[in-house]
């Protein structure tokens, strides 16, 4: 899993039924200290945990469709956490 | 697997619940000697790791499930365990 900061939303109309009724953010990597680390991804947010601006952590490739509750998502990255606090 | 150091520690109120009830760190890659690489990991403690601790950290798709016995596990790093000592020759 990695840390994120999420800065924006992606809106879409036509999705797969799959990732119906689910926001898709878009996410910018960073490490613990707030440094940038990697490309903005775009991220499936299935348990609605995060908002625009939320430090998140957030799980890629396989795993990422085990955080929707039917276990089977056309993703490769979803939030899992909402970060309070980082020590 | 990796090794890795224990930085520091994720607290979150809200979250999927397949965290509920785990410790969540912030681990960063190392070389044998300790020497850092590359970026940091959030892995999940299956083994009470502590901060500072050197760890090996893994994991696959779906280990988590069996390993927390819950259906739905959205977790990929976990702490597999801490490492003593390393005994290495440089190649």
Known sequence: MKIGIVFGVVWATRKVKEIDGCRMYLVQPVSSDDRIVDEPLVVADPKRIAAPGDKVVYVTSTDASQAFDSGFAPVNASIVELVDVIA | ?91
Request: glycine content about 8%; overall charge neutral; hydrophobic content about 45%.
């Open chain 2, 1 to 91: 697997m990796f090794l890795a150091k224990v930085k520091k520690r994720v607290v979150s109120t809200i979250k999927h619940e397949a965290y509920d009830g785990k410790i969540v760190y912030v681990v960063q890659p190392v070389m044998p000697d300790g020497t850092e690489y590359g970026n940091e990991w959030v892995a999940v403690d299956y083994i009470g790791a502590g901060i500072n601790d050197i760890v090996v950290c893994g994991g696959a798709p779906g280990v988590a499930k069996s390993v927390f016995k819950i259906d739905l596990a959205p977790i990929r790093t976990l702490i597999i365990a801490v490492v003593d000592k390393i005994d290495y020759k440089d190649y």
